[in-house]
């Protein structure tokens, strides 16, 4: 996929969405150093597509509902926009389409901000349950107090290229583990790379994580799902959405939008904001 992860590649006045080069330039991109993944290993990632062309990921967190990055979608008119489910491989004639009946962006989003980048996208119809599509429990305060610590394995997957120059799309899903950073060593990694480019993080709701050798999500992972699983109970979670990156190549530390931080406008499928910061006007 080309570029659709949010990458801090930009002059002073503030973030560039890659999002949308990708709806005007191409296909969008995916995971560095990840390996095939089993079909219905991920049945709650979704791939949302522009003009069918892939643009972001998803999860599905009902039905009707996929959860994804505000950035991926907020320029992008709704009727653009269709969903795949329930398949591992790009164009699988067997996956779930579904086009996108609305966009509910959080709030308290500001393209020029790192905060709130959450979306969900409510389907024209549901889709349906089965061993290949189902919906992913959000982490709460417990689960994640529990399953979460510096060092905690994590999954990501995503569909696209595999470094910053690669412009082959391979058609199946790659995963690859990731292990959760400490909040102090998450700000140390990204606080120079903000400030380079004059970007202000003002959602404290974020996790990092990355791998040592240098397995990430990269273009176009945006809006798919970090995922955690509970081994005592076999229960998958979602710990966050992947939001940017705290280099302009694929293969450092990613920074996700944590659910647990925004529980509200998650549980009421857009319809409600968690009171945001306040926010200075878009310039």
Known sequence: MSTSKRRLIVAAAGLVLAALAVALSGPAGAIVGGTPAERGSHPWLVAVTYYGDPLCGGSVIDDDLILTAAHCVASMPTGALVVRAGSTRFGDPAAQV???ADVRIHEGYRDH?????????????????NGDTRPIAMADADAQAELIDA??????????????DDIELPSELLETDQYILGDAQCRIRYAAELARHDVVLVDEAIVCADHPDGHDSCY????????????????????????????EHCGKATVYMEVTGHEDFIASGGTVDRDPTPQPPLP
């Open 98 to 100: 579904r086009a996108v």
């Open 151 to 164: 060092g905690s394995p994590a999954v990501v997957a995503g569909w696209g290229v595999t470094s910053d």
């Open 220 to 247: 176009g992972d945006s809006g798919g799902p970090l995922v955690v699983h509970d081994r005592d109970d076999d229960i998958w979670y979602q710990l966050g959405v992947v939001s940017f990156g705290v280099d």
């Open 113 to 129: 901000l790192v905060a709130y980048d959450l979306a969900i996208l409510r389907l024209t119809r549901p889709l349906e349950r």
